[in-house]
């Protein structure tokens, strides 16, 4: 259950097709494919108590004094993590696209490192990195959260860079900075007052993709022995019958509250300019 | 001392020379094209005003004051492109407003002049539209009234028209021209329509490849041009090489053909070899007893293009365009027949090569 449903479709316009019933015919199939094993575990968690239909699992769940703390230490880590990324990757972005064109498939290629090298790989490197002197990271728990977020944070920059970056193109960045420069604009005006807000939703799926990978993160988590959502998840799945199922609902129940938002904010910005359009 | 005064300035990129030596002194109020051809250096030209570039030498002086190096949001210059650039997050009218608030102006002051602005380009409707509600006129449109409400020393436009279509193009141009004219603002445009230039410019700058070919007013760029460049660009042109034959009378001869041009030709040797230009429409068939320039010419081809009618003829191996303008009652001769055409001897342009 560590990999949570990704809306890696957000942003992507669907072309139209010729054949209506051939396309729906498809939409039927992957439908089911997905709908089927979630129905599947929908139906299992309700069965937490003998011969009756119900929430008991949920109960329980949410009843496990692990679970909660589990739960809120992951939902902040992966705040963190979108805040940490955000700062990084978005003036980055931004630069390479106005000023250093040249370095955009090196950067691209940075980013895309986290792909490449298997979470297993990456823990024991920056376990033994950091685990002595100068660099020693590792002693506290706290400093290991810290290390933890800062993993997550290369672990977020694939998707993270994508969505930003498809978002710079969808604007033309240049020539929108270069016009608030003529107007008088300074860098961080033209940041906050023309980049930002053209990138929002760009921005917001970014951060949603970064939640839903840190949410569910298990393997660099339990080898740094952090008590966050993931190790809890597995150690549920070996002890528990029903309770991994309500998990999972919970879990998938987030996700899609995530998309309703980028969604909503989407959509926000076109039912505005419909407003203006009346007056 | 001219109110924008551009001297010698040159840019590399690399070793690439980009622009090379351009020098031009602009009075207040007025509307200046740079003319030529793609890649030849206009926007950068136009760019180092903005700010946008740094020139590799030289200097530019705007109301006696060296912005040669000043960053662009320090410079009170108006900037319009191609692609309009509205925000795409901010209506018409906080768009208008951005310049101001950037600048810290009081709330009643900006809603004023943004009034002032949106009743200047007359979309008094939209002003609470977004950009992608608008038209790509509209947008401009936006965009000019954006540039202006900062009151810009000078304002700066690159090729703003290209990106509609020409209905639009030809109303917005004129509009533009009323609008400098009213405000008395300076401005350059860049174009490399020969068409737009000479219809909205005091002075027009023809560009060929980083160098400045010619400087004048559309009717001495058009009636008089000074290099077969600028001749070639701004309008249709015949031309030719020949051979100068009497340097004196300012005789040369078209393949054997003479002709007699106004240009002085005391410089030269009788046997150099020159251009000789002629427009279509200093040609014509010679009806009553004309002096100079009367010529045997077979009638090869009649184009119809609308208010003209373009005549190919030969004189002599040498092929011209003639053109003359459609009327009912035009008496055009048959394909093949033998005419004589005249040019006077001012049309006879002798180009440096
Ligand atoms: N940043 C740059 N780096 C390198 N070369 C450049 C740069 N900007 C422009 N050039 C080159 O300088 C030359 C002139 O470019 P410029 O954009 O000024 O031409 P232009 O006259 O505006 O052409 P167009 O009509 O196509 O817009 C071109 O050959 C272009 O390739
Ligand atoms: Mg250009």
Redesign the pocket.
């Given at each position: 259950m560590t990999n949570l449903p990704v809306p890696a479709t957000v942003m992507v316009k669907r072309p139209a097709t010729k054949n209506r019933l051939g396309s729906f015919l498809i939409f039927l199939v992957v439908s089911l494919y997905f709908l089927v094993p979630l129905a599947a575990t929908f139906y299992w968690s309700l069965r937490g108590e003998k011969d009756v239909l119900g929430f008991e699992a949920y109960r329980k769940l949410f009843a496990d004094t692990n679970f909660l703390p589990a739960f809120s230490e992951s939902i902040l880590n992966a705040v963190a993590t979108i805040v940490l990324s955000l700062i990084i990757v978005v003036p980055t972005a931004y630069w390479v696209t106005l000023r250093l064109p040249k370095l955009r498939p090196i950067v691209e290629f940075i980013t895309l490192l986290p792909f490449v090298i298997p979470a297993i790989v990456l823990v024991f490197g920056i376990i033994r990195l950091y685990s002595r002197p100068p660099l020693l990271l590792t002693a506290t728990y706290d400093s290991s959260r810290f290390l933890l977020i800062c993993v997550y944070v290369a672990l977020s920059f694939p998707y993270m860079f994508r969505a930003v970056d498809n978002g710079l193109r969808a604007i033309d960045v240049r020539t929108l900075t270069e016009a608030a420069q003529s107007l008088g604009a300074s860098w961080p005006t033209i940041l906050f007052k023309v980049i930002f807000p053209n990138l929002r939703v760009a921005l917001l799926s970014g951060a949603l993709l970064t939640f839903a990978i840190v949410i569910g993160e298990l393997t660099i988590a339990l080898y740094m022995a952090q008590h966050t959502l993931g190790p809890y998840m597995a150690n549920l799945t070996r002890s528990k019958v029903y309770e991994p199922s309500a998990m999972a609902i919970v879990a998938f129940a987030i996700t899609w509250a995530a998309m309703g938002i980028i969604d909503f904010v989407g959509r926000g910005a076109s039912r505005r300019a419909q407003m203006a359009d009346t007056d | 001392m001219s109110y924008l005064s551009i001297s010698h300035i040159t840019k590399q990129?690399?070793d690439?020379v980009?622009?090379d030596d351009f020098n031009l002194d602009i009075e207040k109020g007025e509307f200046v094209s740079f003319l030529?051809?793609?890649?030849?250096?206009?926007?950068?030209?136009l760019?180092m005003v903005a700010g946008f570039e740094i020139p590799t030498s030289g200097k530019i002086l705007l109301d006696g004051a060296d912005i040669t190096n000043k960053a662009p949001n320090q410079r009170n210059v108006g900037m319009i492109f191609q692609s309009y650039a509205l925000f795409p997050n901010m209506t018409v009218a906080q768009n208008i407003g951005f310049g101001l608030s950037v600048r810290k102006e009081s709330k009643e002051l900006i809603a004023q002049r943004v009034d002032e602005m949106i009743s200047l380009i007359n979309l008094e409707k939209h002003a609470h539209k977004y950009p992608y509600q608008l038209s790509g006129g509209q947008q401009q449109r936006v965009s000019l009234a954006r540039a202006l409400a900062i009151h810009p020393q000078v304002l700066l436009l690159?090729?703003p028209l290209s990106a509609l279509d020409a209905k639009i193009r030809i109303s917005l141009r004129a509009e533009i021209r009323a609008i400098q004219r009213k405000l008395g603002i300076t401005a350059i445009f860049?174009t490399?329509d020969q068409e737009e230039a000479l219809s909205i410019s005091d002075r027009i700058v023809v560009?060929n490849s980083?160098l400045m070919e010619q400087v004048g007013t559309p009717f001495e760029i058009y009636n008089f041009p000074t290099t077969v460049f600028s001749a070639n660009f701004v309008g249709t042109l015949n031309n030719a090489s020949a051979e100068v034959v009497n340097p004196a009378k300012s005789l040369i001869a078209i393949n054997g053909v003479q002709f007699e041009s106004a240009v002085d030709l005391k410089g030269r040797k009788k046997g150099d070899k020159v251009r000789v230009a002629i427009r279509p429409e200093r040609l014509s068939f010679a009806s009553e007893q004309k002096k100079a320039n009367v010529v045997d010419a077979v009638i090869e081809n009649i184009t119809f293009l609308g208010s003209v009618v373009r005549i190919q003829i030969k004189i002599g191996d040498t092929k011209f365009n003639m053109d003359t303008f459609n009327n009912p009652f035009l008496e055009l001769p048959k394909i093949g027949s033998k005419e004589q055409v005249t040019c006077s001897r001012e049309a006879v342009l002798v180009l440096d090569e």
């Open positions: - | 990129f690399g690439t980009v622009v030529g051809p793609s890649g030849c250096g206009k926007t950068t030209t760019r690159d090729e860049v490399h560009m980083g």
